[in-house]
């Protein structure tokens, strides 16, 4: 029986109210994972047919797009037109809602929510190491990991069919990507806590990897994608997308990709531009670690500029911040993104995040193996009088992205297996890993499975793209090209 005073003393000290119930030993999670095979046996995930009641796919998108830049709107058609991957990548919210009605272990992990293979990428980590790593985190929630590596192998059959690869071709790509997601699964399942958060895939494991798995024009492009990555920073990037205005750079005017924010307010007033870029990087540079906060505040806001970035995310406000250091010599070049709600949440549940901006960070933090130190988040006046939530990051720091339709075959199965041992890193950090590769298991009834799905997929993927070309053709939605 419990005293009134005991009571008492639990509510104000936490640390007494609530001592952490017992870790679950590793074979009480393998057993998890196996028993979860009844909710849903892992064959069953070759399953996909649309139901009756699904949306409209161009309704699906025209609902996203109401919340967007007006003007941008038809430059995210135009981009999703131009082809069915195109398509895809603008095409995740239609996903979510697909992949909702298909079968679920039950188990969840921080999920990216938009895993498609553009979405894996060369970065820089703060050592200076170029690594291999998750890139895109605008829909990240935890939720159901069976769905970002449904997303990944669909992808791959997408980008597969416009390379012209034969079935059985496609099939061993997918095959061999979810193979070695599985498989990475179950080795970090029987790796302590901290090497699994140590895990990463840097320069010297990929030559590693194409060594064993490219011929020598593949290695050959690998080396040149590796260094081309190490020139793309925001000295690269200043060089691009600025210029001299009255002996002060200033971003280029190129609308509607790239537009100053001097077009945007009343003209002749600098004091209220200068005001608004000094507010919106002290409430950004408060998210910082303190040694952080502290660089930054080494340096000095002098330009911002709207660009449009992507194909799914063509409409949301993204803006580009320039900063200057010791001198004009040495930039930095912020992104700040629109965060919106993520379109796994209707299916999902919201995440525990104050602010979408916040959500977007803590999520990729959990994901990737080591990510851009200047990563944080705000919420702020918009130019409109309207609150918005942005995550900010450093524009181009070491990126390097993969070219599919360069791809041979084999290379695009080496790429889909790098992908694969990346996602299953990144679900091992925040999910269960030991009851995830249990539920997989050592056989391959998951990869076959996947395998049809995929195939499934990306026939609705074809004919969800053929819906937006016919609503373009009959003027229900405008398409340009910019």
């Not at 890193?425 to 499975?449: C, E």
Request: net charge positive; with cysteine; hydrophobic share 40%.
């Amino acid at each position: 029986m419990t005293s009134k005073a005991g009571t008492a003393t639990r509510r104000a000290n936490p640390k007494v109210a609530t001592r952490k119930a017992p870790c679950a030993t590793p074979r009480e999670r393998a057993e998890k994972g196996r028993a979860a095979r009844a909710n849903a046996s892992r064959s069953s995930h070759a399953e996909f047919a649309p139901t009756r009641q699904r949306p409209d796919p161009v309704d699906v998108i025209e609902k996203q797009s109401a919340s967007r830049v007006p003007e941008l709107v038809p430059i995210r058609y135009g981009r999703m037109s131009e082809s069915p991957f195109r398509f895809y990548r603008g095409a995740a919210a239609i996903m979510a809602g697909d992949l909702a009605g298909t079968p679920m272990s039950g188990l969840r992990a921080q999920v990216c929510g938009d895993a498609h293979m553009l979405n894996f990428r060369l970065l820089a980590s703060p050592e200076r190491l170029l690594l291999f790593d998750i890139n895109d985190f605008d829909e990240t929630l935890p939720g159901p990991w069976e769905w970002d590596v449904k997303r990944l192998a669909t992808s791959l059959v997408i980008a597969g069919r416009e390379n012209e690869y034969t079935d059985r071709e496609r099939a061993d790509i997918v095959r061999a990507t979810v193979r070695s997601y599985r498989e990475q699964m179950r080795r970090f399942a029987a790796m302590g806590d901290l090497d699994v958060w140590y895990a990463k895939a840097d320069s010297d494991q990929l030559r590693d990897l194409a060594s064993g798995r490219l011929h020598k024009r593949g290695r050959k492009r690998l080396s040149k994608a590796l260094a081309k990555a190490r020139t793309r920073d925001s000295l690269q990037a200043f060089e691009k997308l600025t210029h001299e205005v009255d002996g002060k750079p200033r971003f280029i005017s190129s609308p509607p990709l790239i537009t100053p924010l001097s077009e945007f307010v009343p003209a002749g007033d600098p004091d209220a531009i200068e005001g608004r870029l000094g507010d919106l990087v002290e409430r950004y540079r408060r998210t910082l670690r303190s040694d952080l906060r502290h660089l930054l505040g080494r340096y000095t806001v002098v330009d911002m500029a709207r660009k449009v970035v992507g194909v799914g995310s063509v409409g949301t406000r993204c803006w580009i911040l320039l900063l200057l250091g010791r001198d004009e010599g040495d930039p930095l070049i912020l992104q700040a993104k629109e965060a919106d709600e993520s379109v796994l949440a209707a299916h999902v549940g919201a995440g525990e995040t104050a602010t979408e901006g916040e959500r977007v960070v803590a999520g990729q933090r959990l994901m990737q193996s080591a990510g851009d130190m200047l990563l944080g988040w705000e919420r702020v006046d918009g130019i409109d009088g309207r609150k918005r939530d942005f995550y900010v990051r450093q524009l181009r720091d070491w990126k390097g992205i993969a070219e599919p339709s360069l791809m041979v075959p084999r290379g695009m199965r080496a790429f889909g297996e790098l992908c694969g041992a990346t996602l299953a890193r990144a679900h091992a950090r925040s999910g269960d890993r030991i009851a995830i590769a249990a539920y997989l298991g050592g056989g391959d009834s998951f990869d076959r499975a996947l395998t049809t799905f995929a195939e499934a997929y990306a026939d609705q993927n074809e004919r969800d793209h053929a819906s937006l070309l016919k609503a373009v053709e009959t003027g229900r939605v405008t398409a340009e090209s910019a």
